[in-house]
């Protein structure tokens, strides 16, 4: 399997492109700002993009959708869609076949309702639910509440070793693993709802006292 993480300009996202080698097949994540170059790549890389999804539906994530279906054929696979090509939805839980690997949907809500995560082997896109040493962005009430239990109930019951690659780069490093956030991210540390929701009220001063960019 490969992973291939493309920084694309607007607000430091990252798109990926996640392929099964030896079936020559590929799907990208938040082709956004530069597909064309993800879909260079596989072509050079002798991939057939198959799927191409989309976190959550924010334009930073979606602006390449136009452009990678007109390229590729695979129409835009957000939270609540079907994939015409295997009849999956996109939903928590749904698997969608890559060669020999799957893909899985973690449904992430929080930064939005329609936040997901994708799960494929040994690693998790996180787009925006989880940073490196960061967050996803919400208010201070139910979309707290909601990121917080997206957070604990479905990334940190991921084993340590998991690679996190997220959709900006926006943290200490390009991408980390579950066990170091858990350890090291001052949101994940928190012990209880109450103070995640009081450090995202002071997280300017947090990171001025900790010299966090």
């Not at 050079?44 to 198959?50: D, H, L, R, S, T």
């Not at 490093?173 to 209880?192: M, Q, Y």
């Amino acid at each position: 399997m490969l992973i291939e993480q493309f920084a694309t300009g607007g607000d430091r996202n990252f798109a990926y492109l996640i392929a099964d080698e030896s079936a020559h097949v590929a799907a990208t994540v938040d082709p956004s700002y530069q597909p064309e170059r993800l879909v260079e790549f596989a072509t050079g890389q002798g991939f057939e993009i198959v799927y191409s999804f989309c976190t959550h539906d924010h334009h930073d994530h979606t602006n390449g959708n136009p452009a990678i279906e007109r390229l590729t054929g695979c129409p835009p696979l957000l939270y609540g869609r079907l994939d015409p090509r295997t009849g999956a939805r996109v939903e928590h839980g749904a698997r969608f076949p890559l060669g020999e690997i799957e893909i899985t949907v973690l449904h992430t809500p929080g930064h939005t309702q329609d936040s997901i995560c994708l799960l494929v082997p040994g690693a998790v896109l996180t787009g925006d639910t989880l940073f490196v040493g960061k967050v996803g962005g919400t208010g201070f009430g139910e979309d707290a509440e909601q990121e917080f239990a997206s957070l604990h109930e479905r990334l940190l019951a991921l084993p340590d070793g998991t690679r996190v690659l997220p959709g900006h780069d926006v943290g200490v490093a390009k991408e980390s693993t579950i066990g170091h956030e858990r350890r090291t991210n001052p949101f994940l540390t928190c012990p209880d709802l109450a103070a995640f929701v009081h450090l995202k009220r002071t997280w300017t001063k947090y990171k001025r006292e900790h010299g966090i960019a």
